[in-house]
């Protein structure tokens, strides 16, 4: 917080918009943000916060007593899908779930079909079909640790929050189902001892010049959690970068490179995006680093660039990530809601803020690095809130921060570390509740008492887990040796299960002469030529599907640039392009997992007195595009190998 003008204590909020250039949210006095809460809907699952509240034994912590949350044959595991998911997804994610099944043994629960999701479903209707109520977890109705696999838009953040209150509950989604294979394959390492880290935890806290909401996260959010661990924790090395030396190049260092932790522990601007803008899909949540200089002399310069921030798309693919936790205090930093949920503190009608609900970027890309990616990320959907930690008249309120990250130095599950914001929320729900009660009939309050309340209540809901809340850091023990991160490798996810087109075409053969009825009405002769249509539609079907599976074999994807894309001319026979645009990225990818890939490089000259050196680099940003090509040749693909096999299978049905 600090003073203007007129001496009016100003409340700061984090976030950047990334196509301006100015805060997400300006400045606001506590008088003006009061006027918006007083007007707040209490949270739906109030009574649940309060039945939550009230329950001054903590021991359990979210599981009911008497059982370890860090032994999986006790707390459980489960898995929630949509109800109308692609089984796809649970295929690629089968070498996870046979884990988890053998480790939670009858504590497995996986709800899908009818058991799964169901639209609009909130989440006490969604548990009392399965048997259970409010209290603690009890992993004897249903488990403990709860996974949801899906996009916030197929099963909502909303009940994600609801269910966090009493179970530990993480969520992933992927754009394809080499992601989720990849993520499977990197807990499964991970959980069965392939992974040895270092007792190594860091924690990156970002200053830039003129900007009150980054120093105050940096001054007293980071700053006081290292020293804190650093004296607390004897047998781990905790490392900070801080203010200059929490710069971009840094980052990428910490996220992958040859600094990367087994835990990380982030603060800084997230970025955000207007609806529309190119970038926001991807590039929401990003980490704005210290490259960037401020508010005041970025004033009038318009977008920001890549240049000052970190996405999921500036991950290298050499990255070694396997293993890590990162905790992200940023905007957005874990995902993005469809409407802005604080929208009336920039006094406007709730309005969407999205084209839908979605991860963020950063996320998902550490999750599902094919080389090997992160257990888990926790961090923010929508934005993040100064008041979480630093409150008017008392100072420093680390407490929930530390407790969380010493527990998951103690090895702990990151479900049940989490457990310490979850008791935040509930107190600060409770508490809140009553003071607007009160207001509600002409109580005196305090507008930033108020305000604070409101925006640790709204901060403490959102901190959500992407990844398993099962997952925890795979360190050594004090007196062990600790390993390098090994590189993991997973088998390509085909697009169809093995079928002959042969099969398929007999499958398509004409079935045998029917008995004749004894009166036909005219109809036979209609319904042979009928059947004769559908066969002849059905086996140039089948010819197209062979084809389609045949050309799954020598997949390509070419990419080129060109200075003038007005001269580029195009052969639409050959399917190839002039002479004027220059080939710069190839990857064939073949159906037994066979690759080639032709990786793009380019010059770098620098000048060391009378010297001049000229080394080759990857040029990484033309080849992350190139790789989200990749992955959106073979989801298309996939979509389209799917669909034609479905129309088959849909006509086969109408022949016999």
């Known amino acids: 917080m600090a003073n203007n003008a007129t001496n009016e204590e100003l409340l700061y909020f984090n976030g950047v918009n990334g196509a301006t250039g100015e805060y997400g949210l300006p400045p606001m006095t506590g008088e003006e943000l009061s006027k918006f809460i007083q007007g ?149 390492q991970v959980e069965t001892g392939a992974v040895k880290l270092p007792r190594q935890a860091s924690f990156f806290g970002v200053a830039n010049p003129d900007d009150k ?89 318009g977008p920001i660039t890549q240049d000052f921030y970190f996405a999921g798309d500036d991950l290298t693919g050499e990255a070694s990530l396997l293993g890590l936790l990162t905790f992200h205090f940023a905007c957005y930093g874990a995902g993005t809601p469809l409407n802005d949920e604080f929208s009336k503190q920039a006094f406007k009608e709730r309005e969407a803020i999205a084209p839908h609900p979605f991860v963020a970027g950063l996320p998902t890309k550490l999750l599902s690095h094919p080389r090997g990616g992160a257990l888990a990320v926790v961090g923010h959907v929508e934005r993040a809130w100064g008041y979480s930690f630093l409150w008017p008249d008392a100072g420093e309120q680390t407490t929930v921060f530390e407790s969380t990250l010493e527990r998951l130095l103690d090895g702990h599950p990151v479900g049940s570390a989490i457990e310490y914001f979850n008791e935040r929320y509930a107190e600060l729900a409770a508490d809140l509740s009553v003071l607007l009660e009160d207001i509600e009939y002409n109580a005196s309050f305090d507008p930033y008492n108020l305000a604070g309340m409101w925006t640790a209540n709204n901060d403490a809901r959102s901190y959500v887990i992407i990844g398993d809340p099962a997952a925890r850091l795979p360190v050594a023990e004090p007196d062990e040796a600790p390993s390098e991160r090994p590189v993991i490798e997973v088998k390509p996810v085909a697009a169809l299960s093995s079928i002959p087109p042969q099969a398929v075409a007999d499958a398509l053969a004409p079935p045998a002469a029917p008995i004749e009825a004894e ?60 002479d004027e645009a220059r080939l710069q990225a190839m990857t064939r990818i073949a159906l037994d997992g066979d690759l080639l890939i032709l990786i793009p490089e380019r010059k770098r000259t620098a000048q060391e007195g009378d010297e001049t050196h000229t080394e080759i680099e990857i040029d990484e940003r033309l080849w992350a595009i190139h790789r989200e090509m990749v992955d959106l040749a073979q989801a298309n693909k996939i979509a389209f190998v799917k669909a034609l096999a479905e129309t088959v299978g849909t006509l086969l049905q109408a022949l016999r």
């Open 213 to 301: 909401a980054t120093n105050l996260s940096t001054e007293h959010l980071v700053q006081p959690l290292s020293k804190k661990l650093k004296k607390g924790q004897s047998d781990w090395k905790v490392s900070a970068f801080l203010k200059d030396k929490a710069t971009k190049a840094r980052l990428g260092r910490l996220l992958g490179g040859d600094q990367t932790p087994a835990l990380l522990f982030t603060a800084s601007h997230g970025m955000e995006f207007p609806l529309g803008d190119k970038r926001q899909i991807s590039h929401q949540g990003a980490l704005l680093c210290q490259d960037w200089p401020g508010p005041n002399e970025w004033r009038g310069q």
């Open 40 to 188: 707040e809907a209490p949270p739906e699952n109030l009574a649940e916060l309060k039945f939550r509240h009230q329950q001054q034994d903590r021991r359990h912590l979210g599981v009911k007593e008497g059982v370890d949350p860090k032994n999986l044959a006790e707390a459980g595991w489960g898995v929630i899908f949509a109800h109308d998911a692609d089984l796809a997804v649970k295929e690629a994610l089968s070498e996870l779930l046979d884990l988890r099944r053998e480790q939670a043994g009858p504590y497995f629960k996986t709800y899908e079909g009818p058991d799964g999701y169901r639209p609009n479903e909130p989440k006490p209707k969604f548990l009392a079909r399965h048997g259970a109520g409010p209290g603690p977890a009890d992993p004897e109705k249903v488990p403990y640790y709860l996974l949801i696999v899906g996009s916030p838009e197929a099963i909502p953040y909303r009940f994600q929050y609801q269910l966090d209150v009493q179970y530990a509950v993480g969520r992933i989604h992927f754009e394809t189902l080499q992601e989720y294979a990849n993520y499977a394959r990197s807990v499964v």
């Open 519 to 578: 009166v036909e009405f005219g109809l036979r002769e209609v319904g042979a030529d009928i059947a004769s249509s559908l066969r002849t539609v059905s086996r140039k079907l089948v010819d197209i599907l062979t084809t389609a599976i045949d050309d799954l074999t020598s997949q390509e994807v070419l990419t080129y640039t060109s200075e003038d894309l007005k001269k580029v001319s195009y052969d639409s026979k050959t399917h190839k392009l002039g």
